[in-house]
Structure formats: structure tokens, C-alpha cells
């Protein structure tokens, strides 16, 4: 369903856009080092993304194909963490972003310091298995479904993460600043909280 599809996307982009341990991975390479060493952090960051949410869509799939009731729950238990990581963002103490002495390292290390940092993150769990049981029909190739909203997941992280590399220089005096970060806050944290309301007050597919 495009509408379900849309939806997931927006849901996806708010999480993804909003400052967290991943983003200040990403921002700290950027500044700190080069933009390849940012790429192969945002590049593990995604693989850990991608392993996380492929395990939530294979452990939730036989609860909800076998009750339409965990469904429902599922749902709205989503919107509520939603709405519940919204307000958290608008209590939250502002990040303050410092540019730190630069260190050497492999490719592959920026790569694995991505990847555990997003594969070991109880947030980015908790996320996936709220939000990715709203969209899959389990019973009708819910499988295949499942790996192209995953997919399309890590592609949106990848995007994300890349635009605020490729801006980290220009904003860095901005994201230290106690307005800029509190406005972060706001914006993200209304954004969440309404997305939580459109996912309560939508209608996506159903297991049969």
C-alpha cells in the first residue's frame, strides 16, 4: 500500500534525522577526520541498522500472523513510544557537539565503530520491533515486505547520515550552540510526537 509505504518512510526519516549516537558518530568523523572515514562510519551504522531491524521483522512476523489482537496492541504500543520519545526530546538537555584532537584509524574500524555502536543500541531495538509490525503483512509475502522496508531503512540512513557529513563543517559552531541544540530538541521531538498520532490514527495492512 503506497499510503502505508509513505507513512513508513516519514517515520523512518524522523527517527533517522534526529540527533542521537549514531548522528554524533557521523558528525564527529566528518569534522574530525575525512569524508571517507564519515561514509564507512555511516556505512557500519547502516549494516547495524539493517542486521537489528531484519532480526525485529523475523521475531514479531508469527505473533501478529497468528492474532490480529497483538496487532492492535503492537500498533498502538508503537504509537505510544513514539509519542513517548517525543516528549523525552523535548525534556532532553541539549547536546553540545566538541571538536575533539584528531585520531588515525582504518576504514574498517570507522566501519565496525558504526556497526556495533547501531547493532548494540536498546533504542534502535525497541524502535523496529514498534514500528515495523504496522507495515507487514504476514501472510502474504511478509517476508519479502519486511526486507524491502529494512532495506529501505538503512538507504534513508545512509542518505541522512550523508547530508549531515557533507554539512558537519558548516553547522559545528551552530550544534554547539545552546539555541541551535534546543531548537534541535523541539523540532524533533514534535516531530515525533506526531508521528505517533498518525500512526494511532492510521490504517495499515492487517494480518489475514
Known sequence: MVDAFVLFVGLSAVNIVT???????????????????????????????????????????????????????????????????GIKMWRAPVRAFVELPTTRASLA??????????????????????????????????LERGAVLVATYAAIVVAIHSVYALGARRTRVWLSSAGGGRLVNRVSGTAFILSGVALAASSPRLPR
Not at 121 to 129: M, S, V
Open 19 to 85: 540527533p542521537g549516537p549514531g548522528v554524533m558518530l557521523t558528525l564527529t568523523n566528518a569534522v574530525r577526520h575525512s569524508w571517507g572515514d564519515a561514509f564507512a562510519g555511516i556505512l557500519g551504522v547502516a549494516s547495524g541498522t539493517f542486521l537489528v531491524a531484519s532480526l525485529s521483522v523475523i521475531g514479531v512476523g508469527a505473533v501478529l500472523l497468528a492474532s490480529s489482537f497483538a496487532f492492535a496492541v503492537m500498533k498502538y504500543a508503537g504509537a505510544a513510544y513514539l509519542i513517548y520519545l
Open 109 to 142: 574500524r570507522r566501519f565496525a565503530e558504526g556497526f556495533v555502536l547501531q547493532a548494540s543500541n536498546p533504542n534502535a531495538i525497541l524502535f523496529f520491533l514498534a514500528l515495523f509490525p504496522q507495515f507487514i503483512d504476514h501472510s502474504v509475502h511478509g
